[in-house]
C-alpha cells in the first residue's frame, strides 16, 4: 500500500526513454535518407536544394544528440505527487506545479505509446501563470486537439508519455487515484 501522507516523487527512465528514442530515429532515418536521394535525382543544383538536402540527411543523428543529451541532464523528478496536486517536469513539457483544484481531468489515453492526459479547469489561467516558455507546448496541445477529434482521440493540453516513466501509465493512474480520488 501506499503511503499518500508524503509527496511521491518519479524520475525518469533513462534507458527506457532513449531505447524509444533510438527506435523512432530508426523509423525516421530512412525516410530522411530516401527524400536525400530523391531531391538529389530529382532537383537542380542550387543553394536551397543542397542546404536542404543536407539538413534531411543530418537532422536525425544532431536530434538524437540533442534529445539524448537533455536525457542525460534532467535531474529534475519528472513527475510528483502530492496532496495538494501534481508536479510535471517532462521533457518538452515542464508546466511544474498544478495544485489539483486546477485540473480538470487525468486519462490515460493512446498515441502511438501510452500516454496519460491532464485537462484543465482554466487553461488561460493556467497558462498565464506559467508564461509563454512554460505553457507553449500545452497551448500547440490544445491547438491540435479538434484535428484528432473526428478519429477518436482526445488530445489534452498536458500530456506525461509512459516512456519517460519507471512505472506503466496504469499504475500511475492508480498512485494518482490515491492522491486525488475526485479526479476519477
Known amino acids: 500500500m501506499l503511503n499518500i501522507d508524503g509527496p511521491l516523487t518519479m524520475y525518469m527512465d533513462q534507458r527506457k526513454a532513449l531505447r524509444i528514442l533510438r527506435l523512432r530515429i530508426l523509423c525516421v532515418a530512412p525516410i530522411c535518407i530516401g527524400m536525400f536521394a530523391l531531391m538529389s535525382i530529382t532537383s537542380p543544383e542550387d543553394a536551397v536544394t543542397n542546404f536542404l538536402r543536407w539538413t534531411l540527411l543530418l537532422e536525425t543523428p544532431v536530434l538524437y544528440f540533442l534529445v539524448s543529451k537533455s536525457f542525460?541532464?534532467?535531474?529534475?523528478?519528472?513527475?510528483?505527487?502530492?496532496?495538494?496536486?501534481?508536479?510535471?517536469?517532462?521533457?518538452?513539457?515542464?508546466?511544474?506545479?498544478?495544485?489539483?483544484?486546477?485540473?480538470?481531468?487525468?486519462?490515460p489515453f493512446r498515441f502511438g505509446e501510452r500516454m496519460i492526459g491532464i485537462t484543465l479547469k482554466d487553461p488561460k489561467k493556467v497558462y498565464a501563470r506559467l508564461g509563454l516558455k512554460h505553457s507553449l507546448i500545452p497551448r500547440m496541445n490544445a491547438l491540435v486537439a479538434p484535428l484528432y477529434k473526428p478519429f477518436g482521440i482526445r488530445i489534452p493540453p498536458i500530456i506525461i508519455p509512459a516512456a519517460y516513466l519507471p512505472v506503466s501509465a496504469d499504475e500511475l493512474l492508480e498512485q494518482i487515484k490515491l492522491y486525488r480520488p475526485a479526479c476519477f
Open 72 to 107: 542525460a541532464k534532467q535531474a529534475k523528478p519528472v513527475l510528483s505527487l502530492s496532496s495538494m496536486g501534481i508536479t510535471v517536469n517532462v521533457l518538452g513539457c515542464r508546466v511544474g506545479y498544478l495544485p489539483w483544484d486546477e485540473i480538470q481531468d487525468i486519462y
